[in-house]
């Protein structure tokens, strides 16, 4: 007989495999398991109907779930099949809407359900505040990739998924990328067809001189004035806030050479910025130190190569300042 910390440990084992919770850490999948149970579905039984209200997602733990809607007066027509390891409802949870499909078993199956019965999502996010951003970031998550992938309700280029993109992707203050962007969108962008690809990492050396003279407001303006330079220079290459006031640029098909030039051109052409208009005089410069990191040649999967280039950006200020090195230099 399983104990009731073995049966959340199977819970979070199950949760870990699915896409959506991936990148939720081991205490937050714990919350998850807690806040979730399982569900046994005989063959051909519902599991939802459409009209009632989406209170919940699914992770199919064994079987398969048939998604089928009424087209025409009468006929049921089924849309979509999960099998294990897969999750749906979404969209219905997050926005509590009534059900516009229905769900039946077409084998005996176990789900586990989230969150579990007598327990509404709203009540988990006000109870497990440390959990809430995450959560509320991957449901927002998977509901854009959902569309993305069916497009078959609204088109990709819809005001609504932009907006979504927005919210979970855009960096508010400078309206570059932020860093979710890195987490969700690098990994699947490290292939062949993109391979060499290269992340240059710049940053100010001395940009503590805006805030500390000129107040935060100068600070945030002189930020969306790098970061408006950043995205002009980079073009189609998509351009992210890394962290403060750290910003980094992907590079596709760019190996070394080309990237650490490219990088170099970058980083002078931020160092060469106007800041009177900001600071009130011309006698305010900024200088940067800019890092490059190449897959597959100095990274192993995509976290690695963001850290690297994060590690050759400080190499580069600790070694003076003002200048660009790539892993290659500074391993060689």
Not at 142 to 147: D, H, V
Not at 276 to 303: C, H, K, Q, R, W
Request: charge should be negative.
């Amino acid at each position: 007989m399983k104990t009731m910390a073995g049966e959340v440990a199977e819970k979070r084992d199950l949760l870990k495999n699915v896409e959506m919770f991936s990148a939720l850490d081991a205490g937050e999948l714990e919350v998850i398991a807690d806040y979730s149970e399982v569900v046994e579905v005989e063959p051909e039984q519902y599991l939802f109907e459409a009209g009632e209200r989406g209170d919940s997602l699914y992770v199919v733990k064994s079987g398969s779930i048939l998604i089928s809607q009424t087209q025409g007066e009468r006929e049921q027509v089924d849309i979509a099949e999960y099998i294990e390891g897969e999750c749906f409802g979404e969209i219905d949870v997050l926005h509590a809407a009534p059900r516009t499909a229905t769900a039946r078993a077409e084998k005996y199956s176990e789900l586990l359900r989230f969150p579990r019965t007598g327990v509404t999502l709203e009540e988990v996010l006000e109870r497990e505040p440390n959990v809430s951003a995450r959560l509320l970031q991957k449901l927002i998550n998977a509901i854009a990739n959902r569309i993305r992938e069916t497009n078959k309700l609204i088109s990709e280029n819809s005001p609504w998924v932009n907006q979504l993109r927005r919210q979970v992707f855009g960096d508010k203050l400078t309206g570059l990328l932020n860093r979710n962007y890195l987490d969700e969108h690098l990994p699947t962008l490290l292939n062949e067809e993109n391979s060499p690809l290269a992340v240059v990492m710049v940053k100010p050396d001395n940009f503590k001189i805006i805030n500390d003279t000129y107040g935060h407001d100068a600070g945030d303006a002189t930020l969306r004035l790098l970061a408006a330079t950043v995205r002009t220079w980079a073009g189609e290459n998509p351009s992210i806030r890394f962290r403060g006031n750290e910003m980094a640029v992907i590079l596709s098909n760019t190996g070394h050479d080309r990237a650490v030039e490219l990088a170099e051109e970058l980083r002078r052409k931020l160092g060469h910025l106007d800041l009177e208009s900001i600071v009130g005089t011309n006698s305010v410069e900024l200088t940067f130190s800019a890092g490059v990191a190449i897959y597959p040649d100095n990274a192993t999967d995509a976290g690695d190569l963001v850290t690297k280039s994060h590690e050759i950006l400080f190499i580069a200020r600790d070694r003076g300042f003002n200048q660009t090195l790539s892993a290659d230099q500074v391993e060689s």
